[in-house]
T-cell receptor
Framework: GQNIDQPTEMTATEGAIVQINCTYQTSGFNGLFWYQQHAGEAPTFLSYNVLDGLEEKGRFSSFLSRSKGYSYLLLKELQMKDSASYLCAVSRVYKLSFGAGTTVTVRA | EAEVAQSPRYKITEKSQAVAFWCDPISGHATLYWYRQILGQGPELLVQFQDESVVDDSQLPKDRFSAERLKGVDSTLKIQPAELGDSAMYLC?????????????FGQGTRLTVV
């Protein structure tokens, strides 16, 4: 099995930076995904990390440390449309398991 | 753009009734997932198919839930009888089995309300 932990909620101001942490314990780890989910909608893919280090994609970056069982998603230059739930998901042998999600609220 | 199709989008049913959800994955995707998402929580895997075979149904309440993917393409998830606690969003996702690390693509989901 696996335990995937991430904070429940975070609030930040428009234009700011927010870092969402995710810790996991699992066997057979392959990689880690981050998904964004707006209220009432389906999750959409943001990033995938398989090797240690930082992956940057526009305003969003994701980091992975396999030895520490730790990842974070960094959202820069926050916009109102970034208000959503952010899901950390662990991949092992093609099985995808999700954390409970972190609800990010962006304030003007 | 290819997408995962699900129907219906919304379903209201009375407890003890039967209900079924349908999913058509992206063409060529061998892996199909059914997830249940309760409001405020992350998606919970119910069943995973590789082609027509079930590879993981450890979290599927088999006394009332069933899932099939007879030809390895579209899939149906059934609940019989429905209970109040089954009210949730049911999400279908698919991915390309042959490329580890490719993301799962989600359908719009079926919002089930049991009354």
């Amino acid at each position: 099995g696996q335990n995937i932990d991430q904070p429940t909620e975070m609030t930040a101001t428009e234009g700011a930076i927010v870092q969402i942490n995710c810790t996991y314990q699992t066997s057979g780890f392959n990689g880690l995904f981050w998904y964004q989910q707006h209220a009432g909608e389906a999750p959409t893919f943001l990033s995938y990390n398989v090797l240690d280090g930082l992956e940057e994609k526009g305003r969003f970056s994701s980091f992975l440390s396999r030895s520490k069982g730790y990842s974070y998603l960094l959202l820069k230059e926050l916009q109102m449309k970034d208000s959503a739930s952010y899901l950390c998901a662990v991949s092992r042998v093609y099985k995808l398991s999700f954390g409970a999600g972190t609800t990010v609220t962006v304030r003007a | 753009e290819a997408e995962v199709a699900q129907s219906p989008r919304y379903k209201i049913t009375e407890k003890s009734q039967a209900v079924a959800f349908w999913c058509d994955p992206i063409s060529g995707h061998a892996t199909l997932y059914w997830y249940r998402q309760i409001l405020g929580q992350g998606p919970e895997l119910l069943v995973q198919f590789q082609d027509e075979s079930v590879v993981d149904d450890s979290q599927l309440p088999k006394d009332r839930f069933s899932a099939e993917r007879l030809k390895g393409v579209d899939s149906t998830l059934k609940i019989q009888p429905a209970e109040l606690g089954d009210s949730a969003m049911y999400l279908c996702a698919s991915s390309d089995r042959d490329r580890e690390g490719t993301e799962a693509f989600f359908g719009q989901g079926t919002r089930l309300t049991v009354v």
